[in-house]
């Protein structure tokens, strides 16, 4: 008697991998997303400890930084293929902390006498910090739906996910940039390394976009370890900086003076965490091509 083989109705190993790869592109945005929660919460509370939290909304991006880091935490340990709803809220919330810091620091700058002027541009409150907390915000929310989307698709706002993200990537390592460039130029680039931070994370900038916008089922190993060179630059950049407050008059022993007044410490790491978004977006992108 012939024996008729049973197929069990599981996945198929292509669809299984895809699946493994949404989570594991989920998690890997959780802990982009913590890596600039961190920079945003040491760096606002240098800055904002500096202006004596004149303003009770000061207090407000440490907050909401600690709360998104905890859940990008949770995000990066849950192995759970699906959205969590408190994770959620937190992630929204530091989106919109972000676009009212944004309108904070523009109108700190313009009640100013002389209003846009450089002066103010360099000394006021920084326009382009914000955007940290925003883009923490935004790849986190992200990193939900993705985590939530079938196994067959990869889906943000109806649009393919690793596009999506490879252009927020993209477009916040560029505007990252620019504060930067603002920042250097004020210290007149006095020293070549002040260079880095301007041309090296705008290339992978591009470079992300190029994925966004080109053909599928490309090879952008180019793409990969220009983000693994900005990743390090983010966490190099630190070392630049500390040794930009020892520079100072008294050096390490004024450190309470110095590191109000020398360059941010807490801020080249933001830039690592664009890098990995981006790299998270093109893990996307290969495996599921058409979102």
């Not at 069990?8 to 890997?28: N, Q, V």
């Not at 905890?70 to 919109?96: F, L, N, W």
Request: glycine residues 12%; hydrophobic residues 50%; positive net charge.
């Amino acid at each position: 008697m012939r024996r008729e083989r049973v197929q069990l109705p599981a996945l198929s190993p292509a669809r299984g991998c895809r699946a493994d790869a949404t989570l594991r592109a989920a998690r890997r945005l959780n802990r982009s997303t913590g890596v600039l929660a961190t920079s945003v919460l040491l760096d606002s509370a240098v800055e904002h400890y500096r202006g004596s939290f004149s303003n009770p909304a000061m207090f407000v991006p440490l907050i909401v930084s600690v709360l998104t880091l905890g859940v990008s935490a949770h995000g990066t340990a849950d192995k759970r293929p699906v959205a969590h709803r408190a994770r959620q809220v937190i992630y929204g919330a530091g989106a919109v902390t972000g676009l009212l810091g944004t309108g904070f620091h523009i109108y700190n700058v313009f009640k100013r006498p002389g209003g846009s002027a450089w002066q103010n541009l360099f000394y006021g409150a920084p326009v382009g910090a914000p955007m940290a907390i925003l883009l923490a915000g935004l790849l986190g929310s992200a990193s939900e739906a993705v985590r939530d989307n079938p196994p067959h698709r990869a889906r943000v706002l109806g649009l393919p996910a690793g596009r999506l993200l490879s252009a927020v990537s993209g477009l916040g390592l560029l505007g990252m940039s620019a504060e930067a460039a603002l920042l250097h130029f004020r210290g007149a680039f006095h020293d070549p390394a002040m260079f880095a931070p301007v041309t090296i994370p705008p290339a992978g900038g591009l470079l992300l976009l190029n994925a966004a916008y080109g053909a599928k089922a490309r090879n952008r190993w180019l793409a990969r370890w220009w983000l693994c060179f900005v990743a390090w630059l983010g966490i190099v950049g630190v070392g630049f900086h500390v040794w930009g407050v020892q520079r100072n008059m008294g050096g390490w022993r004024n450190w309470r003076q110095n590191v109000l007044n020398g360059p941010p410490i807490p801020a080249p790491p933001s830039f690592a965490g664009l890098a990995l978004a981006g790299l998270a977006a093109l893990g996307l992108l290969d495996d599921h091509p058409d979102g």
